[in-house]
C-alpha cells in the first residue's frame, strides 16, 4: 500500500504520534487526509479535512463515515494512558472503551469503505501489547485485545482484499509517553516507520529503536507462527 495519492483517515489526529501520521501523509503525496479528532481543528493543507471523532461516541462515528465517502486506508491512532492502578476499575473501563471498543467500533463502521476500496487498516498499538506493563496493567490489556482484534481481522479480512497492520511502538516522547527518564523515539521518526513498514507489507511494525531488535525474529516466533495455524481455519474450516 503506497500512500501516494491515496485517501487516508487518522484517529487521534491532534496530538503526538497522531498529528505526525498526518504529516507524514502529506509528505508521501496522499490526495486527502481525514484527521479525526474530539476537538476542533484547523489545518494550513487544503488537502486535510478535519473530522468530529470521538471513538467512544458511535454517532460521531457513523457521521464520519458519511462525511468521509470513500477511504484508502483507516489509521487508529486514538487511544488513552492514565498510568491507573490495577485496582482502578474505573480507569480500566476507560482503556477498554477507548483502546480495545474504540478500534473496533471505527473500524467496524469503515470496513464498507476499506471492502471497496480493498485497502489498509493500520492499528497503532504498543509494545505493551505484547508483555504487560507493569505500572499500567490497564493499559496492557486494552492494547493486548486490541492485537488480539488485528489478527483476528487479518485473517478474515485477506479474502477481501483488506490488509490489517499492527504498530508496536517503544517508548514515544509525547504527552502519552512513559513518565520516567528513558529514551524515547520521537513521534515523527514513529510515524515515518510505520508507513515505511505498511508500504513493505509488514504485518508487524516495530518503528523505533527500542523496539526495532524484536522484528528480525518476530516471524519466526511462537505467536507468529500461532497465528498462522489459527488463520488456516478461516480458509480451511
Known amino acids: 500500500m503506497d500512500i501516494a495519492d491515496k485517501t487516508v483517515l487518522v484517529t487521534g489526529a491532534n496530538r503526538g504520534i497522531g498529528k505526525s501520521l498526518v504529516e507524514e501523509a502529506l509528505k508521501r503525496g496522499a490526495r486527502r487526509v481525514f484527521a479525526g479528532t474530539r476537538q476542533p481543528l484547523t489545518h494550513p493543507d487544503e488537502r486535510v479535512t478535519p473530522v468530529t471523532l470521538d471513538v467512544t461516541d458511535r454517532s460521531q462515528i457513523r457521521a464520519a463515515v458519511e462525511t468521509v465517502g470513500s477511504l484508502d486506508v483507516l489509521v487508529n491512532n486514538a487511544g488513552v494512558g492514565v498510568y491507573a492502578h490495577h485496582s482502578d476499575r474505573a480507569a480500566l473501563e476507560t482503556y477498554l472503551a477507548v483502546n480495545l471498543l474504540g478500534t473496533y467500533d471505527v473500524t467496524e463502521a469503515f470496513l464498507p469503505l476499506l471492502t471497496r476500496s480493498r485497502g489498509a487498516i ?4 504498543s509494545l505493551a501489547s ?14 493486548a485485545g486490541a492485537f488480539s482484534l488485528s ?30 527518564d528513558i529514551p524515547k523515539a520521537s ?3 514513529v510515524a515515518a516507520a510505520v508507513f515505511d513498514g505498511v508500504s513493505k507489507g509488514e504485518e508487524e511494525i516495530f518503528p523505533d529503536p527500542f523496539s526495532a531488535p524484536l522484528a528480525a525474529d518476530w516471524p519466526g516466533s511462537t505467536p507468529k507462527r500461532l497465528e498462522a495455524q489459527m488463520s488456516a481455519f478461516v480458509t480451511h474450516p
Do not use: C, E
Open 130 to 143: 505484547l508483555a504487560g506493563m507493569p505500572l499500567d496493567p490497564g493499559y496492557s490489556m486494552s492494547k
Open 187 to 189: 513521534p515523527d521518526d
Open 122 to 125: 493500520v492499528n497503532i498499538l
Open 151 to 180: 489478527q483476528s481481522l487479518r485473517a478474515l479480512l485477506a479474502q477481501d482484499g483488506v490488509t490489517v497492520h499492527v504498530a508496536l511502538p517503544g517508548p514515544v516522547d509525547t504527552d502519552m509517553g512513559p513518565r520516567f
